[in-house]
């Protein structure tokens, strides 16, 4: 089992910046990637970032390009997202994940483990 543990968060202004990092632990050598997604009110969860195990390839969902960067500290098995020019519609309940696949990455269904879940909001 790995266990996945958020922190961070928070309220800000727009334009503003937050960051978010997930502690992973237990049997992480079965890792392949990690993942970010968030919920907002009333939306679908959806896939914001993701991260091979390595840290050697990282992608985007394309509404955070240019604004969000998702890293891996090796040796503390963190992830981190760094969010700036942060939006109201960036307001959501955002989920760190981890899958033992290498296949996919937007697919939730992929991710076998979940962390709680952190709330951010962006105030206008």
């Known amino acids: 089992q790995v266990q996945l543990v958020e922190s961070g968060g928070g309220l800000v202004q727009a334009g503003g910046s937050l960051r978010l990092s997930c502690a992973a632990s237990g049997r992480t050598s079965s890792m392949s990637r990690m993942g970010w997604f968030r919920q907002a009110p009333g939306k679908e969860r959806e896939f914001v970032a993701g991260?091979?195990?390595?840290?050697?390839?990282?992608t985007y969902a394309d509404f955070v390009k240019g604004r969000f960067t998702i890293s891996k500290d090796k040796a503390k098995n963190t992830v981190t997202l760094h969010m700036n020019s942060l939006k109201p519609e960036d307001t959501a309940v955002y989920y760190c994940a981890g899958s033992e696949t290498p296949l996919g990455w937007a697919a939730q269904g992929l991710y076998g483990f979940w962390g709680q879940g952190t709330q951010v909001t962006v105030s206008s």
């Open positions: 991260i091979s195990w390595s840290g050697g390839y990282s």
